[in-house]
């Protein structure tokens, strides 16, 4: 038995170094391969598939197939109470697509007239992929995130967060998902 073993283990070892050889040193190729032509592809070999989906299967959904409407839950917040920020996304395409829907892909911005205010992307950290399957005419509203009423800056994560809002100041929320910004903005005040 251990005989057999060792033979198995040794013409084994053979075979591996003649393949090794013969993919080394081509027939027909006496100049040491500088010249050496590729080696044709038989018809009958098909070749690795690429990263694309099936048939069928949905793909990403583009840009033009995807509305994004920002929403909050009120139209006027006091001075205790913090706006929650969401959006709605819908896929008005004729295929079911797959839309980013995850931090990594969404994005609350909040202006004041030309004033942006605050952006949810400032001093972001572990944002995550979540990748979503919208069926042609699915409508997905988001969960609401909490804003705290301050200003973000887009340079420096390093500075104190001033309070915004007060007096009924207007504000606009717009949003962006799935690589789809917005047409239209959600408005709300803060007394």
């Known amino acids: 038995m251990y005989v ?3 033979i198995a283990v040794l013409l084994g070892l053979v075979a591996v170094i ?5 993919i080394v040193v081509r027939p027909g190729s006496n100049d040491g391969g500088t010249n050496a032509q590729p080696a044709e ?4 070999v098909v070749e690795t598939p690429t990263a694309e989906p099936a048939a069928g299967e949905p793909v990403a959904c583009a840009q033009s197939a995807l509305e994004v409407v920002p929403m909050t839950d009120q139209g006027a ?3 205790d109470e913090l706006p929650q920020l969401s959006l709605q996304i819908t896929n008005s395409g004729k295929d079911a697509c797959i839309a980013e829907l995850g931090t990594a892909g969404m994005q609350f911005v909040v202006a004041s007239g030309s004033d942006e ?13 979540l990748p979503v399957k919208l069926e042609a005419g699915e409508a997905l509203e988001t969960e609401a995130i909490q804003w705290d009423r301050t200003r973000s800056s887009t340079e420096t994560c390093d500075i104190s967060r001033d309070a915004v809002g007060a007096d009924g100041a207007s504000y606009h929320l717009s949003a962006a998902a799935g690589g789809a910004d917005s047409t239209e903005t959600a408005q709300f005040l803060l007394y």
């Not at 592809?41 to 009958?44: M, Q, R």
């Not at 205010?117 to 992929?129: F, H, I, L, N």
């Open 4 to 6: 057999r073993r060792r």
């Open 18 to 22: 003649i393949a090794i050889v013969l």
């Open 41 to 44: 592809v038989p018809s009958d």
């Open 77 to 79: 917040y006091g001075a």
């Open 117 to 129: 205010v605050w952006r949810s992307t400032d001093c972001q950290t572990g944002a995550e992929s």
